[in-house]
């Protein structure tokens, strides 16, 4: 029976990187994935020029039953860190936005960074191979003080003295989601926090959304809030619509804190006071239509849409602007400034970035990633840690998959 120090599953983002970190540290490891292909969701993310992270990270920038779990890795292992592998490996990349970093060519050089990093430290390969079932063994004849772990796979079947996940979420099941990491942790009687698609498209009933359908491809800068008035959640950035709802980094963002049945509340101007400004040009005895006016402070196409809504609200938008109420100019202004919605639901894990939810942290150390179940460690996506939209999440793979590798080099040496 081939023995290893270390099973790793999960040849993502945190597989890998805790694969090359534990096997440069001595150790020998094993990575298992059932798909053939490493690190999808690097390959497609950003733009196929992958978000690997951003310069301005902190606990802040996480949700959970308890984001500041994340602080002490994060701490530990920064942006700054992943940024030196980054350059030793000769990849050139720009900041974006908002502290974004990407690869200035493709998402392929931190792939192939990642392997190099594992074959630097011997890791072996176990793909595709699909895995069965997990055993746990008190004595172990594979390390110091180690428990041991025996694993069936189509391979064969393993001993090891700790057990990796890092398994992800179920986000976007067509590169090969799972939820084999929420089953390892219930069957070792760790508590997991139910899951939900996160960083998600949100869609509309499709009668109500039908005159906005038609805006699809329409794409503005926004102030997006959670409707409450406790614990309000907000974010400036763009939106875009679609036949379904709305989509772009915005709506991604409020996503993950919206709850079903919960409105959210958008301002489509920011930058501008729409009421005033609409005022100031009656005032000016201006002819010109109330759409056209909108129209320098909106996009057109939004400024038409709207207006044609006017009769819903008992007001003639369709008018000239030095004819219309100043109450009338006044309630359009404060539409734009306030349009409260209701969601119906998401676009689902199929167009879901990442999974919110996940093994419960109040079962893991923060500073090991190791659960209270001896040996098994959890990493990534699979844990109840959910990053915002902007390379939050990839920074906290690296850095849990980094705390994680340290510890096991502490322990099984």
């Not at 999960?10 to 001595?26: E, H, N, P, T, W």
């Not at 000769?90 to 392929?108: M, P, R, T, V, W």
Request: some cysteine; aromatic content about 8%; glycine content about 10%.
């Amino acid at each position: 029976m081939p023995e290893f120090d270390v099973a790793i599953v999960g040849a993502g983002a945190a597989g890998l990187f805790c694969a090359s970190v534990a096997g440069q540290l001595g150790l020998r490891v094993v990575l298992i994935d059932h798909s053939a292909r490493v690190a999808e969701k690097i390959r497609i993310s950003g733009g196929g020029r992958s978000n690997f992270t951003n310069t301005q990270v902190s606990a802040a920038n996480y949700l959970g039953q308890n984001p500041r779990f994340a602080k002490s890795a994060l701490a530990r292992y920064t942006p700054r860190d992943f940024v030196e592998l980054v350059r030793k490996h000769g990849i050139g990349f720009h900041e974006k936005h908002k502290g974004q970093l990407f690869c200035d060519q493709s998402a392929q050089q931190l792939i192939d960074m990642l392997l190099a990093e594992c074959t630097a430290g011997g890791v072996a390969h176990w793909q595709p191979c699909a895995l069965d079932s997990v055993r746990f063994s008190a004595s172990s004849p594979c390390g110091k003080g180690a428990s041991s772990y025996e694993i069936d796979s189509e391979r064969g079947t393993l001993r090891c003295a700790a057990l990796v996940v890092a398994t992800g979420g179920l986000s976007i099941p067509k590169i090969g989601a799972s939820d084999w990491g929420y089953r390892i942790a219930r069957q070792f009687d760790l508590p997991v926090v139910p899951t939900r698609p996160a960083l998600v498209p949100l869609t509309f009933d499709a009668a109500a959304w039908a005159p906005f359908a038609e805006l699809s491809g329409l794409s503005l800068p926004v102030e997006i809030a959670t409707g409450g008035k406790k614990d309000t959640m907000r974010f400036q950035e763009d939106l875009l619509f679609t036949h379904r709802g709305l989509s772009g980094p915005a709506v991604l963002q409020i996503s993950s804190y919206w709850q079903p049945g919960a409105t959210i509340r958008l301002d489509l101007a920011p930058s501008n006071v729409v009421a005033e400004q609409l005022l100031q040009v009656k005032a000016e005895g201006n002819r010109r239509k109330i759409a056209n006016v909108l129209a320098a402070l909106v996009p057109s196409r939004l400024a038409d849409t709207w207006v044609a809504r006017g009769p819903l609200y008992g007001h003639d938008w369709n008018r000239p602007v030095n004819e219309a109420s100043d109450k009338s100019l006044q309630a359009l202004g404060e539409q734009l400034a306030r349009w409260e919605l209701t969601p119906t639901g998401t676009e689902g894990y199929a167009k879901a970035e990442v999974t919110a939810g996940g093994v419960d942290t109040t079962a893991l150390s923060s500073q090991s990633m190791e659960s209270r179940q001896n040996g098994l460690y959890f990493i990534g996506e699979v844990v109840d840690i959910t990053g915002w939209l902007g390379g939050y999440n990839f920074q906290w793979a690296w850095s849990s998959a980094f705390a994680c590798a340290q510890a096991l080099a502490a322990k099984l040496h």
